[in-house]
């Protein structure tokens, strides 16, 4: 009984194994073209996406094979027909009602704001936490958010912050939804952060991406 049991265990592992590795590939192209669709989304006018690490030092390299080098913050660079840079995208993430609460963000090296923002994953509360997919007023708090850089260019001149519904004033800040303030704290929470570690490497290497290489 023993040898049964061993037999059947090792052949159950063996399958287990061999349909993960057989179905890898697959979802690693579902979520290449998820993650595409997501940048499309948030940058209109791309048309090809270009993924890149910004590195300590105020660095940029192409992703390649491997493990990320240490510090490395990923970013996409979107390119229009043209080939000429449409847009940076960059996930956010912070921790909401539920659980983490990801999303992808557009950036515009022109007006140095965020342009538009697409929800990656989240599980928070259907009916409440979920309205930053579809509340107009909140998504139009991403029209033109403002993340410019301080005269250094060390980090953003003025934090990303959720401020209580209807009461907005500055153009860097998020009108939270209300009865869903806790979510649209992590959405704020989640876009500065990304930002405060994204942008100050990007900024000074934007000729770099202007054209896709």
Same mark, same amino acid.
């Given at each position: 009984?023993? @040898?049964?049991?061993? /037999? ?20 690693? !192209?579902?979520?290449?073209?998820? $993650? ?10 791309? @048309?090809?996406?270009? %993924?890149?690490?910004? /590195? ?7 992703? @390649?094979?491997? !493990? ?11 390119? +229009? %027909?043209?080939?000429?840079?449409? &847009? ?13 609460? #990801? ?14 923002? &697409?929800?990656?994953?989240? #599980? ?10 579809? !509340?107009? *007023? ?5 029209? %033109?958010? +403002?993340?410019? /850089?301080?005269? *250094? ?25 209300? &009865? ?8 704020? #929470? ?7 570690? $994204? ?7 934007? %000729? ?6």
């Amino acid at each position: 009984m023993i @040898k049964a049991l061993g /037999l059947v265990s090792a052949v159950c592992g063996l399958i287990i194994v061999g349909s993960y590795q057989g179905t890898l590939s697959a979802v690693a !192209d579902n979520k290449r073209i998820a $993650l595409e669709r997501a940048v499309f989304k948030v940058i209109p006018h791309a @048309k090809t996406v270009s %993924e890149f690490y910004a /590195l300590p030092g105020a660095r940029i390299e192409p992703v @390649k094979a491997g !493990d990320p080098p240490a510090g490395a913050v990923k970013f996409y660079a979107a390119y +229009d %027909e043209n080939n000429a840079l449409a &847009g940076i995208a960059a996930e956010a993430a912070a921790k909401g009602y539920a659980d983490i609460v #990801r999303v992808l963000f557009g950036y515009s090296p022109e007006c140095q704001c965020i342009t538009g923002i &697409g929800v990656v994953s989240m #599980r928070e509360t259907p009916g409440i936490g979920d309205k930053i997919l579809i !509340d107009k *007023d909140f998504l139009a708090n991403f029209k %033109e958010l +403002d993340v410019k /850089l301080n005269a *250094d260019l060390s980090a953003l001149a003025n934090e990303v912050k959720t401020v209580k519904h209807g009461s907005k004033t500055q153009p860097w800040q998020i009108d939270a939804i209300a &009865g869903a303030t806790v979510t649209s704290r992590a959405v704020g #929470r989640g876009i500065n952060d990304s930002a405060q570690a $994204l942008l100050p490497r990007l900024v000074p290497n934007l %000729e770099q991406l202007r054209t896709k290489p």
